[in-house]
């Protein structure tokens, strides 16, 4: 992992409900997988972002739609 998913990595684990770490832990996988293998698109990216908000500390949604907005430019 690179320095920069590994940071990203990090945060969004940092604001994951904490009976919800291994289901995000599984996502961000399969999410860095698929980047790698350049078979992240919108529509998967569609049906996992609903998933991965829930795993989220409420008050901290915001501040990670903000991250995941500026990291998706970079793909």
């Not at 994951?16 to 999410?31: G, I, P, V, Y």
């Not at 569609?46 to 991250?67: F, H, I, Q, T, W």
């Amino acid at each position: 992992m690179k320095a920069e998913e590994q940071k990203f990595y990090d945060f969004i684990m940092d604001r994951t409900k904490e009976d919800r770490k291994e289901d995000m832990k599984h996502l961000l996988a399969e999410l860095m997988e698929r980047r790698a293998t350049d078979k992240l698109d919108k529509m998967y990216l569609m049906g996992v972002v609903p998933r991965a908000l829930s795993y989220l500390d409420p008050d901290s949604v915001n501040e990670v739609k903000k991250v995941v907005s500026e990291f998706s430019s970079k793909l």
